[in-house]
């Protein structure tokens, strides 16, 4: 870490805090500075900080760290007297929320070796309010010691992880809670469809030990061995394994490659140093710095790769496979419902969707065990699994922009109609699913003691 | 002289306490009420129109969900409870009832769980009593079961009990070491000992100060957000107001209202159990005794007590144990110790540090030093004065328990944000100075209960005799008071100091920039990746150590001070 | 302070009471060799005191003297002692306290706030597993026999000093103890109150026959209502005996003061061939019994046995220094060849009082002296 600059009254210490409390002008070496409000940790900020100083020495760089969400709230509630220059984090979500506030500024310089898209996904936002400046991928990564002591398979798909042999085993986090975890969410039903999509995530989920609060508590759970599965993004697969942990990582065929994004922040104070700050992370030397053993992010640079380390795949030569073309206007358009429709049915019944699935996955067992002479037996699992995926929302209702508004405060359109509030709806959901897990239990278990 | 000095303490007794209580009001008000109101009027208001509505709280009622968090939180904080009792009140009274060696350390040693920081006690936790920590592996290996200790609700119960049970620890003994040995003796007398006494006579009369424990330790539990969230469950409330004011996007009112029902809840708990205590303060109504009684112990009981406390003091420091393998281990992934040990990840982090460690030394002790002005004044009016509402200042102040981190951090910005700094036209709610005004408020509570009991032991008297010789008011404050209540102001100050330190949840709302940040926040920062969790062990380590050698000193100093007092007041007894 | 003094022992309660704590078998206390230390301050040096069952004994003695501390070691409280003590010929040291079935109480009187003074009361009875009929029946009987029935319901802290001790008592007896042990059962009390306690206690225990230790450091409250006392000082037993004896014939110069006033007077006794003599330093002497030993000592007079001659013919002569009035009578300190002695003169209305200067001549009544060699 850089030296932190430090305020001369600081070296007074306790004593004088009186004295301390009205010197708090602080007198600054550098004549520019810039506040970067981010949710990258510092093992990735501070590489960039300090080459970034390096070259500008001139410019006094402050980090704050939030998470995704909180960076988010903390420039809304912070805009009528906006401090922040630069906001830099993962999720393109969290930059089309703000750019929903009107709190971005703009950013439009071409750069070398940067194409406008890729695979059809743009890198960058068209309106040129943010810029994606890394690029990353969606997959799962397991800690080895794990697998072994469990006799578990490593997963390829995400089939692979609705397999009763990872009941218990999988970690995932939610999409409200993470920016990341909501595009792989988003990736999933993009690519299978809405029904399917959601079958996949319930049966994933109903294999999870836990869902993490934070998208880091996922990698983190895999390399300290809570769980042997994780859904994660690519870099923490790639700069776990680089710490030293017994961890792999491996990009399913259904998976997108997302831009992790930077923008300037509406009436930034700082606006020069911040456009000069952007131009340096995109920079083919500053892209160079993402090869980083801790950062391990893949550059959108083309150019970049050329000084790649070994096993880190290229995205421009085909490396990794993407059948999901990411339409993040679909993506924008039921983000608040996704995520609540996520937190209702998998986040706070885990418990509820886990005893489902482990009772559908015993009768189906028994049943594959008694051959398959039971059709009545077969017919109850049937109709538990369809218990259990049953969606209270339609894909066309979930991208509804009118049933959006309920979960949003500022309505984007004045004569937009609003019913119903989000809590009531979400009770009613809750109802839903609630019952229909059980009764999937319930059948599932009578399936079974027909066996 | 005696014109001169007459004349001043009539002046100072109408308008001083009143002075002292606007400024004491008008802090409070500014720093705890009105954001406080600022944040919660959004659960009063109508999602699209913002008019004034109480369909949010029908809302929450209606949802079964939120039902069962609200139980959850109450069956979580009352096992705790539980639990923590379990773990307090051995210590307590081996410590204050038998001729132990090893009391002033077990005393200390208990307090230092108070002092993990956040977000690394649990996962130190999970390394080692998780679903495939070292404690189960362990088990799975040669007994083939494993026990779910962090099993949802079950590892939330562990690590707050583990976390606040000194709490409980530090007020019961407190009022243990108050209890006349001649009540106990009396007991004995008829025939009563061993459990039975402690049933009937000891514990009752211990009532007030285990009531005022357990409620702070279920109002702490109630209120916390760090741990089940750390844990990932999220079906209790607070996590569930969190989760909800800070999702992004969303903007339902609901977070708002769970965190007014905390609140409510809050102070509703703390008010049963202000009406439990009422009148049972039984210290004062037992005098001219013997002094209390501590017994010698037989080999056998001895040896008995040492495992007994060993292996609660095992349990408890569990979470230092596996932070500090944590700290010193290579990488630690799947079993029951880490592959192996390095001295790198001090260094990583005390290059790091220093500017985290200098800022928390500070804000800390600002806040502290705030607490116990503000303490000491508001002690001062309600027990020495009788101005018009003085117990309401009490209340006002107390209530910053009930008020979880996140709600002050959000209404701090969102009432101070737009106030600009004199001089440099920064935001007040950017301003470093603001996050010790957080921190100050949130530890008051602490603060301002070791100076109401150090002011209550101190005689009137001493302060009328200062007063017929001529000192003003606030010269006997000055020269009679403060001095005698030396010992209560460092014990409020370490208190407020200790956990301050260690605090995060109002303070990641406000830090602005990095160099302003405290400790917590800079081991946020490391926890955030995979590299960072060794250095970041290893600054929580060095804030465990800088804050436990800081109490234990302060400890000895009160020591000190309590003997020197008691040599002072007893010259030559009768027995 | 002023409370329904209803006679302990009165005519119409006492029946009820005898059929709750009634009469006990009395019980011999027999203390052999007991010390005790509190680290390397010796408190008790090797006492040995035998107290006859029934009876009515006091420990005497000043702050620090040990008789707490005995007190206590007889209950079971504080360290183990070396030696015995022997209730009933049972030995009872390494006993546990709530094993003894001895009654105490307390200085402070230990009532426990957070019971109704029934609940107080009742609460030895729970500890033996009395049934609960029986337990109201003695409960009752023993605040009676206190004067506190009417109070039943009230906690401690809604007690004036006098009835808390009232309710200590019943406490205690209502479990019929072996022995009843009184810790200055009276210091707390206002100096009216503790008369008419005084002589409740000795009605109380004359009653109940149990045998009674009480601690006081007030030699009036031991004298007026105790059988035989026990002086302490330092650990040790100065004397023991009826209060009369004791102040009579005190054992040593330390008894003698400590009981009542008393003028000591250092000097050697010589036998001269008209009788003995006590010849002080100054040169004077005053005659004493014959059969005493002749050498260094120590002769005890009390300022009674001194009196004013009424014309100038007393044996010696001396010059008021001061006087103190008494009420009854006046003390006077005079000055004599060097020595100050005490003397008291009976004040009646009108006798006037001599002035500090004046000469006077004083009477010896010298058989009424004490000599002692320690």
Known sequence: MPDIKRKPYRTLGLGVAAAALLAASPLYAADDKLVIVTSFPSDLTDVFKTAFMKENPSIAVEVVNKSTSSGVKYLIETAQNNQSDIFWASAPDAFEVLKGEELLGSYSKEVDGIPADLNGYPINDPDGQYLGFALSGYGFMWNTRYMDAYELPAPKEWDDLEKPVYHGHVGISSPSRSGTTHLTIETILQGEGWEEGWKTLKAISGNAKTITERSFGVPDGVNSGSFGVGIVIDFFGFSSKASGFPVEFHYPSVTALVPANIGVVANAPNEGPAQKFIDFLLSEKGQALLFDPKIMRLPVNKNAYAGAPEGLPNPFDGSIETKVNFDSDVSEQRYNVINSLFDVMITYRLDDLRNATAAVQAADTALAEAGSGNAEAAKLIEEAKALINALPVSAEEAADPDFNAIFTVKRKEADTKVEGRQAEIEQQWDAMVVENYRKATELAEKAKSLL | ?575 | ?374
């Open chain 2, 1 to 575: 002289m005696p014109t001169a000095a007459l004349r001043r303490p009539a002046l100072n007794v109408s308008v001083g306490p009143y002075l002292a209580a606007g400024i004491v009001v008008l802090f409070l008000g500014a720093f705890l009420v009105v954001p406080v109101l600022k944040v919660i009027q959004v659960a009063f208001q109508d999602p699209s129109s913002g008019a004034f509505t109480l369909v949010n709280f029908q809302d929450f009622f209606a949802s079964t969900l939120f039902r069962q968090s609200f139980y959850n939180s109450v069956y979580v904080a009352g096992m705790s409870v539980v639990i923590a009792s379990a773990i307090a009140l051995p210590l307590a009274y081996f410590t204050t009832r038998f001729n132990f060696s090893g009391s002033v350390i077990i005393q200390t040693l208990a307090f230092v769980p108070l002092i993990m920081p956040p977000f690394i006690g649990a996962v130190a936790m999970q390394l080692l009593f998780g679903a495939n920590g070292s404690v189960n592996l362990l088990l799975r290996e040669y007994f083939g079961i494993t026990i779910p200790f962090m099993k949802g609700l079950n590892g939330v119960i562990f690590v707050q009990s583990l976390h606040y049970f000194p709490f409980i620890l530090i007020n019961l003994s407190a009022s243990l070491r108050n209890i006349d040995r001649s009540m106990e003796e009396a007991a004995q007398m008829l025939g009563s000992s061993g459990v039975r006494m402690f049933r009937r006579i000891v514990f009752p009369l211990a009532m007030p100060g285990y009531i005022a424990g357990a409620s702070l330790v279920f109002v702490k539990v109630f209120d916390d957000l760090g741990t089940p969230l750390l844990l990932n469950v999220n079906t209790m409330l607070a996590p569930q107001a969190y989760l909800r004011i800070s999702s992004v996007g969303i903007s339902d009112p609901m977070g708002y209202v769970i965190s007014c029902i905390l609140i409510v809840f809050s102070i509703f708990a703390m008010w049963v159990s202000f009406l439990g205590m009422r009148g049972k303060d039984y210290s004062t109504t037992q005098k001219g005794g013997g002094g209390l009684s501590r017994r010698d112990l037989t080999r056998r009981e001895a040896v008995l007590c040492y495992i007994v406390v060993l292996l609660i003091l095992a349990l408890v420091l569990a979470p230092h144990l596996g932070l500090l393998l944590l700290s010193f281990g290579t990488v630690w992934s799947f079993g029951v110790l880490p592959d192996g040990f390095t001295l790198a990840h001090y260094e990583t982090a005390l290059t790091s540090a220093w500017g985290f460690i200098q800022n928390t030394l500070l804000y800390a002790g600002l806040a502290g030093l705030i607490d116990i002005i503000i303490g000491t004044a508001i002690a001062y009016l309600v027990l020495r004065t009788n101005i018009i509402g003085r117990k309401w200042l009490d209340y006002m102040a107390v209530s910053a328990l009930a008020v979880p981190g996140v709600v002050l951090g959000i209404g701090y910005l969102r009432v101070y944000y737009g106030v600009e700094m004199p001089l440099t036209g920064q935001p007040l709610a950017t301003w470093w100075g603001i996050i010790v005004i957080a921190l100050a408020v949130r530890r008051l509570p602490y603060a301002l209960r070791s100076c109401t009991a150090a002011l209550q032991q101190i005689s009137p008297a001493l302060e009328e005799a200062a007063e017929n010789l001529g000192a003003s008011k606030l010269r006997t404050v000055r020269r009679v008071v403060v001095p005698l209540m030396v010992s209560g102001l460092v014990a409020g100050f370490v208190t407020s100091f200790a956990t301050a330190a260690v605090e995060l949840s109002a303070t990641i709302m406000l830090v602005s920039s990095e160099k302003d940040a405290p400790l917590a926040y800079g081991l946020y920062l490391f926890m955030q990746s995979a590299a960072g969790r060794g250095p970041g062990a290893a600054l929580g380590i060095m804030a465990v150590v800088i804050v436990g050698l800081a109490t234990y000193l302060s400890h000895r100093l009160v020591e000190n001070a309590r003997r020197n007092q008691a040599a002072a007041s007893a010259p030559g007894g009768g027995h």
């Open chain 3, 1 to 374: 302070m002023n409370m329904p003094m209803k006679s302990m022992t009165g005519d119409g309660p006492a029946e009820t009471a005898d059929k709750g704590a009634g009469r006990v078998e009395p019980v011999e206390i027999d203390i052999r060799n007991v010390s005790l230390s509190f680290g390397r301050t010796e408190v008790l040096k090797g006492i040995d005191l035998k107290i006859e069952p029934g009876e009515f004994f006091a420990f005497l003695g000043p702050s620090g003297s040990g008789k707490s501390t005995l007190l206590r070691a007889i209950a079971g409280f504080g360290p183990t002692p070396k030696g015995q003590i022997l209730l009933g010929g049972q030995d009872v040291v390494g006993t546990a306290p709530w094993k003894r079935n001895v009654g105490m109480v307390f200085q402070s009187y230990a009532l426990w706030p957070h019971m109704t003074v029934a609940r107080n009361v009742a609460f030895g009875l729970d500890e033996r597993r009395v049934p609960k009929a029986e337990t109201a029946k003695r409960v009752s009987a023993a605040l009676e026999m206190v004067g506190m029935s009417q109070y039943a319901e009230r906690y401690p802290s809604q007690l004036s000093g006098g009835q808390q001790q009232r309710v200590a008592l019943a406490r205690t007896i209502v479990v019929e103890p072996r022995v009843l042990l009184l810790d200055e059962p009276l210091s707390n009390l206002d100096a009216n109150l503790r008369v008419q306690m005084r002589q409740d206690l000795l009605k109380l225990q004359r009653r109940l026959g149990i045998t009674t230790i009480f601690v006081t450091h007030d030699q009036e409250e031991a004298n007026t209502i105790c059988d035989r006392i026990a002086v302490m000082a330092d650990g040790v037993v100065q004397q023991v005996g009826r209060p009369d004896e004791v102040y009579d014939t005190p054992a040593n110069a330390f008894v003698a003061k400590f009981l009542g006033t008393a003028n000591v007077l250092e000097g050697v006794v010589e036998q001269r061939t008209d009788g003995n003599a006590f010849v002080l330093p100054s040169g004077i002497a005053i005659p004493c019994a014959g059969d005493a030993r002749a050498g260094a000592g120590k002769l005890v007079l009390r300022p009674q046995s001194i009196s004013f001659a009424q014309n100038g013919d007393g044996s010696l002569t001396g010059t008021v220094q001061s006087a103190e009035f008494l009420g009854g009578m006046i003390r006077y300190a005079v000055e004599v060849s060097g020595q100050t002695l005490l003397v008291d003169e009976v004040h009646n209305r009108g006798s006037g009082r001599r002035q500090a200067g004046e000469a006077v001549s004083l009477d010896v009544r010298h058989q009424e002296g004490v000599l002692i060699h320690d």
